[in-house]
């Protein structure tokens, strides 16, 4: 598909230093392995033992490895709009094909995904959210793809991080469609999905802290406590429900 072929998609481009610190060990290490394990601890439906896992914003395909370490899935498909960063994406595919043989990447907008209905048994979806614009049209699509009773493993940032000042000066993101953690789960109730508090976690890590990095909570001087802090990580297993639910 050419660029003038390419369907009209509203997004907010990142900037270079967003793009590179996807590439960083911070990255990998601290916020996206630590989120799929959080995220795996949160399941309690039922998987199949070889599932399909859907990466939605999957960038440059850092996850895949640590997807397939956790899930042992016997298909990944990655989706991402940028395509520069599919192009690393398919890289890591190749490199990965040792863990899962079967990884394809896709040139797609996550409120359009190039998939079939009911083919996925897990949409992973990490810090992709708060970068979609069109973000009810993209749970939808969410739902659409995975199969009845399908996990839907969401980990988000929410509006008290993406609008802090450090991150505001470093990264780029639709700011009009921030949530907050209770805004990011409701919608997700809302659109056809189900959880329980077990399947919910709200990591308060030191990354995720724009203000002072968990600097002065080290030195012991401050430790905000749960429902007296503004939450900064959202992360949920959420089950697709079926229409007769």
């Known amino acids: 598909m050419s660029s003038s072929e390419q369907p009209s998609v509203p997004f907010v481009p ?25 995220l795996k601890r949160l399941i309690d439906a039922p998987l199949p033992d070889a599932p399909v896992i859907v990466d939605v914003g999957c960038g440059q395909g850092i996850s895949f490895r640590l997807l397939a370490a956790a899930f ?24 990965c094909r ?10 797609g907008d996550c409120a359009q995904l190039p998939l079939p209905d009911a083919s996925a048994d897990i949409v992973f979806c990490h810090q992709t959210f708060h970068h979609l614009v069109e973000q009810e049209r993209a749970l939808a699509e969410f739902r659409r793809v995975l199969k009845p009773g399908g996990v ?46 077990r399947n919910v976690s709200l990591p308060y890590l030191w990354w995720s802290r724009a203000k002072d990095f968990g600097l002065l909570e080290r030195l012991g001087l401050y430790r905000p406590q749960p429902g007296k802090r503004r939450e900064t990580l959202v992360n949920v297993a959420a089950v697709k429900k079926t229409d007769e639910a």
């Open 14 to 38: 990142e900037t270079a230093f967003g793009i590179w610190f996807l590439r960083t060990h911070t990255w990998e290490h601290h916020v996206l392995r630590v989120a799929i394990n959080d």
């Open 72 to 95: 042992r899935p016997r298909r990944i498909v990655g989706v991402d709009f940028h395509a520069p960063s599919l192009a690393l994406a398919a890289r890591a595919a190749q490199a």
């Open 98 to 107: 040792d863990a899962v043989a079967d990884i394809e990447v896709m040139h």
């Open 152 to 197: 839907l493993l969401f980990a988000e940032s929410t509006d008290a991080y993406i609008k802090s000042w450090v991150i505001r000066l470093l990264f780029r993101h639709p700011m009009q469609v921030q949530k907050s953690a209770d805004g990011y789960l409701d919608m997700i109730r809302q659109g056809g999905f189900s959880f329980a508090p």
